[in-house]
């Protein structure tokens, strides 16, 4: 498959997921996208709208799976800890998980099935290394709030919560091939001039592009 083309500029007012934007950026027009965790359809819509691609998605949630389909997106009520092994291998262009491994049982098995399911995998997810959550944690005493981890500890779908580094080790493990990882602070700004351990300490989150 070709590298990735630039597509057109997203918007900000598109979407208040930032992550979304820069993940679309990732997506070659036309591509065969499969969007697990897809919520309620927004990077769907956006692939789907602006760059041409054929998305499928996969939502556990009954609502969400009914929001997407009232927009006309093709989504299946499914669960990514369970159903992604009914899947061929290299069924999609691009597998994609936005916001969601922190929230699976089985983190590692998850990714080893986008890896397996699409020739290239986009995962995004909340950074637990980024400045605020260690100083909150050491000073507070207590489980941080961010923007991006705004559940209370009791009511939060996390299970999984990982740094840049550590997901940087799982990657090592698994033999994923990271082509392109990027670190975003609160205000939404890319940090590539940074060094990995850098964009890891003011990195809110981050977003991998990763390949086999």
Known sequence: MDAPVTPPEVR????????????????????????????DGALLRILSEKHGVDGRGIELSQAGVNQCVAQGLSVIQGDADTDLVHYPDTAFDYAILSRTIQATRNPRHVLEQLLRIGQRVVVSFPNF??????????????????????????????????????????????????????????????????????????????????SR
Not at 129 to 135: A, E, L, Q, S, T
Not at 190 to 205: A, C, D, I, R, Y
């Open 12 to 39: 900000s007012a598109d979407t208040a997921r930032v992550d979304l934007l820069l993940i679309a950026e990732m997506i070659s027009p036309g591509s065969r996208v499969l969007d697990i965790g897809c919520g």
């Open 129 to 210: 290394g980024h400045w605020r959550v260690r100083v909150q944690l050491l000073l507070g005493g207590q489980m941080p709030h961010t923007d991006t981890l705004p559940e209370l500890w009791y009511d939060t779908p996390n299970i999984h919560l990982c740094t840049i580094k550590d997901f940087l080790a799982l990657c090592d493990a698994i033999g994923a091939h990271v082509e392109r990882v990027v670190a975003l602070n609160a205000n939404g700004t890319k940090l590539v001039s940074m060094p990995l351990s850098t964009q890891n300490l003011f990195g809110e989150q981050a977003v991998f592009l990763l």
